[in-house]
C-alpha cells in the first residue's frame, strides 16, 4: 500500500478525496495547513505527496522546495484552482511531477498517481556500477553515493547517484534526452523531463569545483557531459 501525504487546508474536500483514495488502496494522512505537512514530511515515510498551492502557514510552492531539502527523490504534484501559466510553470520549475488545475475528475488522479509511482520506482539501484571512479577532481564512491574532493564529500541521493553515473560511461558524448530518461526515469514524458532538468542543475552546482567538468545542454537534442584533462 502506497502512503500518501495529502495537504489540503479545505477539510471537506480533502476527507473525501482521502476516503476516495483509501478505496483504490492508497494509505493517506491528511494536514490541514503547510507547516504540519512539512512536519509529517520530517517524522513519515511518504511514496507521494498531493500538495495545494494555497495554504495557511506555509502554502504549497514553499512546502516543495522544503520536501525538496529533505527528500527530493520523493515524487510530488500539485493540485489547485490557480490557472494561471506562471504558476504552472513555478510549480513545474520546483520539480513537480504534474500539476492538476481544481477540479479535476479523481479517477483521472488516481490514473496520474499509479503512473507516477510506476516511474519513481527506482531502478536506478540497478544501473549504478559498484565500484570508485576519478572524475575530474572527484571520487565517485558508489558504494556510499557520495562525491569527495579535497578532503570534502556531497552525500547524493539515489538518483543523483544514477545520473551521474550514466553521464560517467556516456562522457564526452551528445547523448539524447529520450535516452536519458528512459535510462533513469524508465519514461520520457514531460514531467519527468522537467525533473530530469531539476536534478542536471543540482549535479552541475556538485562539479564546479572542477573547470575541467562541464555539462552542456544542446536545446532540443541532448546532453554532453564534457571531461577535459
Not at 495557511?56 to 525538496?68: C, H, K, R, S, Y
Not at 520546483?94 to 479535476?104: E, H, Q, S
Not at 516511474?119 to 577532481?137: A, M
Request: aromatic share 12%; glycine share 4%; net charge negative.
Amino acid at each position: 500500500m502506497k502512503k500518501v501525504l495529502l495537504a489540503e487546508d479545505d477539510l471537506d474536500f480533502s476527507i473525501v478525496l482521502q476516503q476516495y483514495l483509501e478505496l483504490n488502496g492508497f494509505e493517506v494522512i491528511l494536514a490541514e495547513n503547510g507547516k504540519k505537512a512539512l512536519e509529517l514530511f520530517t517524522t513519515h515515510s511518504f511514496d507521494l505527496c498531493l500538495l495545494d498551492v494555497m495554504m495557511p502557514e506555509m502554502d504549497g510552492f514553499t512546502l516543495a522546495e522544503n520536501i525538496q531539502e529533505i527528500n527530493p527523490d520523493v515524487p510530488f504534484v500539485f493540485l489547485t484552482a490557480k490557472k494561471l501559466k506562471e504558476d504552472k510553470i513555478k510549480g513545474l520549475q520546483l520539480g513537480a511531477d504534474d500539476y492538476i488545475v481544481k477540479p479535476f475528475d479523481v479517477d483521472e488522479l488516481i490514473l496520474r498517481m499509479y503512473n507516477i509511482l510506476k516511474r519513481s520506482e527506482f531502478y536506478p539501484k540497478k544501473i549504478i556500477s559498484r565500484q570508485n571512479y576519478p572524475i575530474g577532481k572527484y571520487i565517485f564512491d558508489t558504494n556510499r553515493m557520495c562525491l569527495e574532493w579535497d578532503n570534502q564529500s556531497q552525500q547524493l541521493t539515489e538518483k543523483e547517484a544514477a545520473l551521474i553515473d550514466f553521464f560517467y560511461h556516456h562522457k564526452n558524448q551528445l547523448i539524447k534526452r529520450e535516452q536519458i530518461l528512459k535510462a533513469i526515469w524508465n519514461t520520457d514524458d514531460y514531467f519527468s523531463g522537467r525533473s530530469m532538468d531539476v536534478y542536471i542543475s543540482k549535479i552541475r552546482k556538485y562539479f564546479q569545483e572542477d573547470d575541467c567538468i562541464r555539462i552542456e545542454s544542446i536545446r532540443f537534442i541532448g546532453i554532453e557531459f564534457k571531461i577535459t584533462e
